[in-house]
């Protein structure tokens, strides 16, 4: 089955593609554009593996939280593809990829990260296979709690390093590894979880797309100046 996997929801990028006799993945960091560079990476990836648009029999994306930029630049790009090649999208959380690609490694307790910015995080805890807090955003303090009970945490994620060093700064007592490999390519993971998705649930519908968790700073200005009208009309 060829079948083309890609994450842009951080500013790192994986992206893979499987076709019935090869597989290659690719990690880039550092000054890559995904709005920029994406669609050249595709097409190399097609070449190397020797098929074209046309022969894509599945597309998977992360769906968020993440980049608002970043998610509607995947997301749109593989939309893009399937109405070309009429392969069909699943699209999966960011958040449950990353935690998928350390979950054979690690047995401990897994916080997945992701910098949200605004001195906010989006994470997810899982203990022993079991969701303990789903996809949120917040601050270091929010989870404080809840983690000191826990022991041999593993912080994963593109800014697990990040946030680890800010909750040892409020709670220097806790348990917590960082994820020596993070950023990871989250390639295998994220295409184990979309092909599960699909054979389950099927393609995603037409209208479907990111999981933004928290409004964008446009949702928020537009919000802001219905109040301020509001409050004018008073």
């Given at each position: 089955m060829n079948i083309l996997s890609l994450d842009t929801s951080?500013?790192?990028?994986?992206?893979?593609?499987?076709?019935?006799?090869?597989?290659?993945e690719r990690k880039v960091i550092g000054?890559?554009?995904?709005?920029?560079?994406?669609?050249?990476?595709?097409?190399?990836?097609?070449?190397?593996?020797g098929i074209e648009l046309k022969d894509l029999e599945l597309l998977i994306c992360t769906k968020g939280p993440g980049s608002f930029t970043g998610l509607r630049i995947g997301m749109a790009g593989l939309k893009g593809i399937s109405l070309a090649s009429s392969a069909p999208l699943v699209s999966v959380p960011t958040l449950s990829v990353i935690e998928e690609s350390v979950k054979s490694?690690?047995?401990?307790?897994?916080?997945?990260?992701?910098?949200a910015k605004k001195k906010k995080f989006y994470f997810r805890l899982s203990v022993e296979g079991e969701t303990v807090i789903s996809d949120r955003d917040g601050n270091p303090e929010d989870i404080i709690s809840t983690l000191k009970d826990l022991k041999n945490i593993l912080v994963t994620g593109p800014d697990a390093a990040l946030f680890a060093s800010k909750l040892l700064s409020i709670s220097p007592s806790l348990d917590l590894n960082v994820d020596p490999e993070a950023p990871r390519c989250l390639s295998y993971a994220l295409e184990k979880l979309g092909k599960e998705k699909y054979g389950k649930d099927g393609a995603d519908d037409i209208g479907e797309g990111?999981?933004?968790?928290?409004?964008?700073?446009?949702?928020?200005?537009?919000l802001a100046k219905a109040k301020e009208s509001k409050n004018e009309g008073n």
């Open positions: 951080t500013p790192v990028l994986s992206i893979s593609l499987r076709t019935s006799s090869t597989y290659e000054n890559f554009s995904h709005s920029e560079n994406l669609l050249g990476e595709i097409k190399s990836l097609l070449k190397r593996g490694l690690w047995k401990g307790p897994i916080l997945s990260v992701i910098d990111p999981i933004y968790i928290r409004r964008s700073d446009a949702e928020e200005m537009l």
